[in-house]
């Protein structure tokens, strides 16, 4: 059974940090997602990350894909409040099937 | 081309009653996903079609839950003699083959 495993659940920061969220999963797969959800709404794709070494970054947001390690980080640079949500990576362990979502880390963003 | 839509967009019932949710996907996605999202939690598979075949269902989607997409168009997810459990957000998806999902809104459910 496919796991995928978010570390923080839970992270605060302040305006201008940087900071890296994990992703990890159990099993080989042939993409892997991040989504943003603010509450109340749906999911916002941000990020598909399809091969090994993968790297794609949108403003202050950069993931990248591991898949020997079967990790993927997002990483935030210079925090703003905007950026304030709980982002959630899935994994597509074959093409076109299910996504495994991980727990999801909510992040808050202080002046 | 106005992406996935899905009615209701909020659902209040009382414990016991039945409720049917409805998802439009994106025209020519001939797959389309159906997932539920309790608070605090990340979205769980519940039944995927493509075309008008169901091709899986997880395990959560008890036998109080039926999901039918007869035309290969719209879909139904019906929730009979619902429970308290059952509140979250319902949310259905949609992808051509092989390609990635894109998400309707969601249609959340309270139970009382």
């Known amino acids: 059974e496919l796991k995928v495993e978010q570390n923080p659940l839970f992270l605060s920061m302040q305006e201008g940090k940087n900071y890296t969220i994990y992703c990890n999963y159990s099993?080989?797969?042939?993409?892997l997602y991040w989504y943003r959800q603010d509450p109340g709404k749906s999911l916002e794709s941000l990020f598909v990350?399809?091969?090994?070494?993968a790297v794609k970054q949108e403003g202050r947001l950069m993931a990248s894909l591991d898949t020997k390690a079967r990790l993927s980080t997002l990483h935030i640079t210079a925090a703003v409040h905007d950026l304030s949500a709980t982002y959630f990576c899935a994994v597509e362990p074959d093409a076109g099937n299910m996504l495994t979502f991980g727990g999801g880390t909510r992040l808050m963003v202080k002046p | 081309d106005t992406g996935v839509s899905q009615d209701p967009r909020h659902k209040i019932t009382k414990r016991g009653q039945n409720v049917t949710f409805r998802c439009d996907p994106i025209s020519e996605h001939n797959r389309l996903y159906w997932y539920r999202q309790t608070l605090g939690q990340g979205p769980e598979f519940l039944t995927y079609f493509q075309n008008e075949a169901q091709l899986e269902k997880s395990r959560l989607l008890s036998n109080r839950f039926s999901a039918e997409r007869p035309k290969g168009s719209f879909s139904t997810l019906e929730i009979q003699r619902t429970e308290q459990g059952d509140s979250a957000m319902y949310l259905c998806?949609?992808?051509?083959?092989?390609?990635?999902?894109?998400f309707g809104p969601g249609t959340r459910l309270t139970v009382t």
């Open positions: 099993t080989t797969s042939d993409r």
């Open positions: 990350l399809l091969s090994n070494g």
């Open positions: 998806a949609s992808s051509p083959p092989g390609n990635e999902q894109y």
